[in-house]
């Protein structure tokens, strides 16, 4: 049968042959043309991630509070916590406990006392909701965040208002009182990195200082009394017929006067005038009191304009001035006197009598003072100007970073990767920096930055790695069974509990001073044993980062030799095509690009984390300039550098841990500063440059479908990128194990030096409690890593989630009841404790361990036997790789070793039953052996019911022969070593452990490689022609009512994407091999894309029907199992072997056919042949129409289908049988109807 796309034709000649087409009219491939979009197509696997749910940062779990009280003076209160929420109603109580209303609450002049003398915040983020308020108190706080979270949110640190508006008034004699002087508003401390408002208000932040309290009013004087007054008087007396009378004027008059009439020595008569008393003085105004001063404006220090932080922080007024006070008036007459007058009377009576005057006494008053109102001594307050701090870091505190790490650990235990990328490179990156000047960190011991540093760096390294807290990458499965994983950290969980108990107990403030030093102590002691733990971690890391130092040299190498390659293949293909200017364009994009394939770093998916694309990490790397020379190294070589950096800081970092760990003075002022930032470096180098695995190959096919002069350049750059894989997968894990041991060890020499200071006191301060916690922390993690392995252990062996809590909640309330229960703080029961608190611990494995056992799915698990074989003819690519490279790869899908009606299928056991040397080559040498391996990628997918899971294993199994000049096999078998380490991991009864170790999922990409030794020349070397496996394979099977259908696409497949309809597991469209799984009796339609770059659409080949050639739709109802393969070939030249050369040149015609031939064959001969063969094949009568052949995995036609044998292809008959022939086809060993 004959294919044609339009013009397009094929040779057919038993092996590739090219043939130039018609060109397309397509445009050049240009720019972002040539990278692959998929985007759109669905990941073929995903991962079980069981983890502990997500803490909320708000949680009062993290919020701790210490207060202080002295017997005269205000409460002093520190808030340590994440995310720190300020709001009335909140469960964290602060609104509650330091709110003060102002509506209610007033400030007495008389006792200005207020409860609340400072509060300092140190968290991550404060929220603040509503008006806030904490009168006259000095406000510290630390933060990443401050959230204004209304339009009403806001601090207020000014003084309450008086009780009274002014002070007392003038009574009773007693003055005015003086106003009370304005309170001061508290200072206001604010360090945080930034700022987000809900609203617009006027002010955030309130300092205002207080008004002067007004004066007591003044008292007018009273007048003196007044009295009548006289300033003269007429006196008469009369005596028979005669009067005599006289009229006295007075000076000053008189208020009072004693008068008598006489006469000779006889008194007459006398009498009285006025009162016998005098006018009254005025008296004195009491004076007005003086007004309060304004109260001053609190002082506002801050690392960010005053401005962003909206404050007003305005000097409070004076109190107003009272009213001047008058003085009362002065009594009237203001002049007077009292007077003694004497008259006489005269026998025949007179009118001006004689008399004596004599004045007693005399007055003069005088009105009463007045009182001014008088103003304040200095009236209203200054307003101070804000003191600024140019720091942009310095919003860390040490309590507030310590909390912080805490919640950071929980959410990377629980996987919560955004909020994780909003923290860590945040904190990162001041922490990079010198340590603050702000007085927060005086005191502190310097190995507490350098912890924090590093351990931000490492998670950060972690994050951007996509690994999980623990290190390990997504489908993670533990090295070990479940039993064996936990008693390998038996001593770590003994550890572990016991320093959860002595955190209790030094968080247990009713202690005394000799109990408090005795815990302290054992507490030092159980810190300085973690130490030597983490000493050894670091060192522990030296493998790692020798092996990374020496692969950065090799890839750098290899990416200069890329680069010589690319410059040579480009001046060669531009020659060629000097009159093609489309051509040329084509091929300078097709060079760039292959230049920025060289630079990023594959990511296999699915993945923890986000993963960027192709498109736009490579528009940097392609550039505008197509004219330019190809680029392999400028943005890879910096990020290598970088590598370098962070591994010298890495084996420095391991040296200093050994002088920790052995006692010796380290000065953690210096060693490990640089840590942190070349870690954190090296990662966001490595990160910038990742892209998706699929989408690499994709471009790399594409690049392969343009020409095959891209053949060899595309397997070089698959051979580095498997390299640079290697190298940043190494370096993740070897900063991680260094990092995190260091940043343990800086963290225990600071809580050390805390601890050793505050021995002896009966109260420890909130820097010691909280590094006793930080400690009790990680314990607690280290139990949760035992628990993680073990639901890793499950989820692998049952691809499903198991019902687990992670609060480990028997252990923490059984830490909290011995805690209360001994008072005494006695240190040596605390072994005994710990012993109790291990056996409830293994009690919550064992309920794991109960799930795990009660599983009916292993039950139905059994072992089945597979094969799959490589030969020169069948598969020679892989041969070739072998015998020139030492190894290639091989897809257990492809050689069909993944059956659609198994799963959970795992790779137990692999057999080398048949290996044949080419004749024609150098024989095995008497005195050498050949040795193949294969081993199992680290990442496999393994199916649960319509799932499709990731599995990334640490396992340990591999398997490898030696073949002796003889031709015998001789199988690896286990070391009588490796079994008595494992046996001892294990402990009592591992003899009853038959699967020590967990086994690979069979769907893993397998690496089989080839040894000679001794070492020969290529030339001398044996050439392998043959091999033949058998393979054990654990398996249960799948739900009988689904369908399996597998696309596996062959040719030059470019970035061609396959369109279907999304199965039971949500998997839609695809690129390369795919799996789909749909309900049985499902009718699909699939389609390709005609073109795809210089690609272009051959047709289908199932194992259900005939589908007509080049028809880019296939529709197939999944009654069975369904394969099916659909077929590309570049534009311009065919590679199909089913294409008959005489029907081509009858097509054709001869002339064409014998043009098309000198411009693709150079070797005369060869074209000699094949003309004979085109007019052998014409003149030859047409053969039957070809079929596809099913190969089955029994000889039975109900077997199920592990391959297929396409029109005309020709597959190796192993084996005869009846009926049916074991067969060979590119590596797929099964059974095929005998035709």
């Known amino acids: 049968m004959m294919r044609m796309e339009g013009s397009a034709m094929a040779l057919h000649t038993g092996q590739d042959a090219f043939v130039p087409h018609a060109r397309s009219s397509a445009e050049p491939l240009t720019g972002q043309k040539f990278i692959p979009d998929l985007s759109d197509t669905s990941a073929q696997s995903s991962f079980i991630d069981s983890r502990p749910e997500k803490p909320a940062a708000t949680s009062t779990l993290y919020i701790r509070r210490f207060s202080t009280k002295t017997a005269a003076g205000p409460e002093e209160h520190t808030v340590v916590g994440v995310h720190v929420v300020l709001a009335e109603g909140h469960p964290n109580g602060l609104w509650r406990d330091l709110h003060v209303d102002r509506s209610t609450q007033r400030i007495d002049g008389d006792n200005p006392r207020v409860a609340v003398g400072s509060l300092r915040i140190h968290c991550d983020t404060l929220e603040v909701r509503g008006a806030f308020s904490l009168p006259e108190a000095n406000v510290d706080i630390f933060a990443r965040r401050l959230v204004w979270a209304d339009d009403t949110a806001s601090i207020n640190t000014s003084p309450l208002l008086w009780t009274v508006d002014k002070a007392r008034n003038a009574a009773n004699g007693t003055p005015g ?288 790695a996509h690994l999980d807290y623990f290190g390990n990458p997504a489908g993670y499965t533990p090295l070990l069974s479940l039993s064996g994983s936990i008693k390998l950290y038996e001593e770590e969980t003994k550890r572990a509990l016991r320093m959860m108990l002595l955190s209790a107990r030094v968080a247990d403030a009713d202690r005394g001073a000799r109990e408090t030093a005795a815990i302290l102590s054992d507490t030092i002691d159980t810190v300085n044993a973690d130490s030597r733990a983490a000493a050894e971690q670091v060192t522990a890391g030296e493998a790692r980062i020798s092996e990374v130092q020496d692969l950065i040299g090799t890839v750098e190498g290899d990416l200069r030799d890329l680069a010589t390659l690319l410059t040579n293949l480009r001046n060669r293909l531009l020659d060629e095509a000097q009159n093609d200017l489309r051509r040329q364009a084509t091929i300078k994009s097709c060079i760039k690009m292959a230049g920025a394939l060289c630079q990023v770093v594959p990511v296999g998916q699915p993945v923890l984390g986000a993963v960027g694309s192709l498109a736009a990490v490579s528009a940097d790397l392609v550039g505008a300039d197509r004219d330019s020379a190809p680029d392999t190294l400028s943005k890879i070589g910096g990020a290598l550098t970088d590598v370098t950096d962070a591994v010298e800081q890495a084996r420095e970092a391991k040296e200093a841990s050994k002088a920790a760990s052995g006692k010796k003075p380290v000065d953690w002022s210096a060693v490990g500063r640089g840590l942190g930032s070349a870690f954190s470096l090296a990662s966001e180098g490595v990160k910038a440059l990742q892209v998706p695995e699929t989408e690499v190959e994709a471009a790399l096919a594409k690049l392969e479908a343009e020409s095959p002069e891209w053949n060899d350049l595309t397997r070089r750059v698959r051979e580095v990128n498997e390299k640079k894989v290697t190298l940043f997968g190494e370096l993740g894990k070897a900063l991680n194990s260094v990092g995190e041991g260091f940043s343990r060890l800086a963290a225990n020499a600071g809580a050390v030096v805390h601890l050793q200071q505050k021995k002896g006191r009966i109260s420890t301060d909130p820097e010691a409690v909280f590094a006793v916690q930080q400690m009790d922390q990680r314990a607690r993690t280290t139990l949760q890593k035992y628990l993680y392995l073990l639901v890793k252990s499950y989820e692998s062996a049952l691809l499903k989630r198991p019902s687990v809590n992670w609060d480990l909640p028997k252990v923490t309330q059984r830490i909290a009841d011995l805690a209360k229960s001994d008072r005494e703080g006695d240190p040596a029961k605390l072994n005994a404790e710990a012993g109790e608190l291990e056996t409830l611990f293994e009690e919550n494995l064992s309920d794991l361990r109960e799930q795990l056992l009660s599983a009916y799915e292993l039950l139905r698990e059994t072992t089945g036997t597979q094969q799959f074989a490589l030969t020169a003819r069948q598969t020679p690519q892989a041969i070739d790789a072998l015998n020139k490279g030492g190894g290639c790869v091989l897809d257990p899908l492809a050689l069909g070793l993944i059956r659609p009606d198994r799963q959970r299928a795992r790779l137990s056991g692999v057999e080398l039953i048949e290996l044949a040397f080419d004749p024609e080559g150098p024989p095995v040498p008497e005195d050498a052996n050949v040795t193949l391996e294969l081993v199992p990628d680290e990442k496999g997918i393994m199916r649960r019911d319509e799932d499709l899971y990731l599995l990334t294993s640490e396992s340990p199994v591999r398997w490898g022969w030696t073949i002796d000049a003889s031709g015998g096999i001789d199988p690896y078998t286990q070391s009588l070593a490796s079994k008595d380490i494992l046996d001892f991991i294990l402990g009592s009864g591992s003899a009853n452990v038959r699967g020590k170790v967990s086994l690979p999922p069979v769907w893993s990409d397998l690496a089989l490689s080839v040894l000679y030794w001794p070492p020969m020349k290529r030339r001398d070397r044996p050439k392998i022609s043959k091999l033949r496996f058998k393979v054990k394979v654990d398996s249960s099977p799948a739900p009988q009512d689904q369908r399996v259908l597998a696309v596996l696409p062959e040719g030059a497949v470019g970035d061609s994407v396959i369109t279907c309809p999304s199965d039971l597991g949500g998997r839609g469209d695809g690129y390369g091999p795919m799996v789909r799984i749909y309900k049985k009796g499902r009718t699909v339609d699939l389609t390709a894309p005609a073109l795809s770059g210089n690609a272009a659409f051959e047709g289908w080949d199932t194992d259900e029907e005939e589908p007509e050639p080049g028809v880019t739709s296939l529709r197939v109802k999944l009654d069975n199992h369904v394969q099916a393969v659909p077929s590309w070939t570049r534009q311009g030249v065919v590679v199909r072997s089913t294409m008959d050369l005489g029907q081509m040149m009858q097509a054709m015609g001869e002339q064409e056919f014998a043009q098309a031939l000198a411009e693709e064959v150079e070797d005369q001969e060869s074209r000699r042949e094949l003309m004979a063969r085109a007019y052998a094949q014409a003149a030859a009568p047409a053969a039957p129409e070809p079929r596809t052949q099913v190969i089955r995995a029994e000889p039975t036609p109900e077997s199920t289908v592990v391959g297929l044998v396409p029109p005309r292809g020709e597959p190796d008959v192993m084996e005869h049988g009846s009926g049916w022939d074991l067969v060979n086809y590119r590596g797929v060993v099964g059974w095929v109807e005998s035709t």
Not at 320 to 329: L, V
Not at 371 to 392: C, K, M, W, Y
């Open 177 to 464: 009182a003086n106003g009370a002087e304005g309170r001061n508003a508290g200072s206001l401390r604010i360090f945080v990195h930034g700022v987000t408002s809900a609203g617009d208000p006027d002010f955030r932040l309130l300092a205002r200082g207080g008004r002067g309290q007004d004066p007591g009013a003044g008292e007018d004087g009273k007048d003196g009394d007044s009295m009548e007054a006289a300033p003269g008087q007429y006196f008469k007396y009369s005596a028979d017929m005669f009067n005599s009378s006289k009229t006295i004027r007075f000076n000053p008059p008189s208020t009072y006067h004693e008068y008598k009439w006489q006469w000779a020595w006889s008194e007459k008569t006398k009498g009285t005038w006025g009162s016998n008393r005098f006018p009254q003085n005025g008296s004195n105004a009491l004076p007005p009191g003086v007004p309060g001063n304004g109260g001053h404006g609190g002082t506002l220090t801050t690392n960010l304009s005053p401005q962003d932080l909206a404050t007003s922080n305005k000097g409070g007024p004076a109190g107003d001035q009272e009213k001047d006070c008058k003085g009362g008036r002065a009594g009237t007459p203001t002049e007077s006197a009292h007077y003694k007058i004497t008259l006489w009377h005269e026998a025949f009576g007179t009118s001006d009598a004689s008399a004596d005057i004599h004045m007693m006494d005399s007055c003069d008053t005088e009105p009463g003072a007045g009182a001014p109102g008088r103003p304040a001594s200095r009236g209203a307050s200054r307003t101070p100007e804000p003191v600024f701090l140019d720091i942009p870091n310095a919003w860390l505190h040490p309590l507030g970073v310590q909390a912080t790490l805490e919640c950071a650990r929980d959410l990377f235990l629980a996987g919560a990767r955004e909020e994780l990328q909003a923290l860590l490179p945040v904190y990162d990156k001041a922490l990079a920096e010198p340590v603050p000047a702000t007085n927060a960190w005086d005191g502190v011991p310097p190995s507490v930055w350098t912890a924090a540093q590093t351990e931000f760096a490492t998670m950060l390294v972690r994050h951007r």
